[in-house]
């Protein structure tokens, strides 16, 4: 059954870090996944479903079950791995489960014949079972821009991308 949150083989700040910093890395996940680049108040979609979850929930008690919920309408396409708009795979790595994914990221550049940089990726991930599910934003910083690439969904992605004004 694994270790119990208070117990001899854990410390005294393990309810802390399971619950409150958990739910904070929950809660910055989800904001990520409902970035949109395209308007001026890229967390906005964030901030509704926030609105709308303490708006439903005012002075009334809420489950977790309940904030899923909220978590599924307000969810974009590029959330629904299933294709069921659900987020249990969500929910049962990230806040039911105790996995912890570990990435890796690689990058090479080469010169292609045209004069344009070829810039390839890769995203690897250790830690958890093949079948973890996961929505990753990738971003390139070039100088004081910074550009949304693409989001891997579900299964780890290759990143090629051919650009030469990127460097």
Known sequence: ?????????????????LIYSK??????????????PRNQDSDHLFKDMMKDYCKTFDNKPAST???K?????????????DGNHKMDWFFNQYVYGTGIPHYAFHTSLDATADGKTHVKGEITRAGVPDTWKDVIPLYAHVGDKTMA?????????RLRVQRSRWI
Do not use: W
């Open 1 to 17: 059954m694994g270790q119990r949150i208070r117990s001899s083989e854990t410390g005294p700040g393990s309810y802390q870090d």
């Open 23 to 36: 739910g904070g890395y929950v809660l910055q996940m989800l904001r990520e996944q409902l970035v949109d």
């Open 65 to 67: 079950e309940d904030f």
């Open 69 to 81: 919920s909220i978590v599924e309408k307000h969810m974009t396409r590029n959330m629904d791995l």
């Open 149 to 157: 690439i693409r989001l891997c969904a579900s299964e780890l992605c």
